[in-house]
């Protein structure tokens, strides 16, 4: 039999549900399993966007802000002169001078409060710094010095990882995360369905080796804290 040529394949979140339930030995489950194991996979999701900078969600594309003369801060918007809403981090910005790209240096939230740079006005940007609020769509972004004119700016950024919404809906994942996160999953759901600890034991360090074996491979180093998830 000839071998396939296709590198397709995919699950979906309710597919992931019942692989992780399965696990934990709870066949055929029902509604009520489900909502359980979709409510966890979710908090997983938002768990795992907070522990690095997973590579396939910063943005393959530039976006493009219009400065205003004498406006240092930009919200978000849909306009030439405000930013995306779905900006979790910058990875990437410059002032586009004809074809002439000017890196500009992006300013974490500690230098952004203290640098002198904020109190100089009408000039070319030479530094950017994002202002993240609770929820992406209210961020703003602060140029330094207040541009004295409209200039083009250039950035890339990593946007968040994307829920499971809908039964049908696949990963916002590669495929080679469906295994970790299926063993994961079925890890966090041993509590609500209280497994013996040595069983609780065994799934965490089977979700361990299998997130350690995927997650080199996916994750730039964070430039901020790692946050810890309370399954490893």
Do not use: C, H
Request: net charge negative; charged share 20%; no cysteine.
């Amino acid at each position: 039999m000839a071998i396939t040529t296709t590198v397709s394949f995919s699950t979906t979140r309710n597919q992931l549900v019942i692989d992780a339930l399965s696990i934990i030995g709870v066949v055929e489950p029902g509604n009520t399993e489900m909502a359980t194991g979709i409510r966890k996979l979710n908090a997983i999701v938002r768990n795992l966007d907070a522990k690095a900078q997973w590579l396939w969600a910063i943005s393959p594309t530039e976006s493009t802000l219009t400065t205003v003369a004498a406006q240092s801060t930009y919200a978000t918007g849909i306009t030439a002169t405000t930013i995306s809403a779905n900006i979790l981090e910058l990875t990437y910005a410059a002032v586009l001078i004809n074809t002439d790209y000017r890196d500009l240096k992006i300013l974490d939230k500690m230098t952004s409060q203290n640098t002198t740079l904020k109190d100089d006005a009408n000039g070319e940007p030479i530094a950017i710094s994002l202002f993240r609020a609770n929820t992406t769509a209210s961020n703003t972004v602060r140029l330094y010095p207040t541009p004295n004119s409209a200039y083009t700016i250039k950035y890339n950024f990593r946007r968040p990882l994307y829920d499971f919404s809908a039964a049908d809906e696949n990963p916002d994942f590669p495929a080679m995360w469906f295994l970790p996160l299926t063993k994961i999953l079925a890890y966090e759901l041993s509590y609500d369905f209280s497994k013996p600890l040595a069983e609780r034991q065994l799934l965490q360090a089977e979700s361990k080796i299998a997130y350690d074996e995927v997650e080199r491979f996916n994750a730039d180093k964070p430039s901020y804290i790692t946050l810890r998830t309370e399954y490893f």
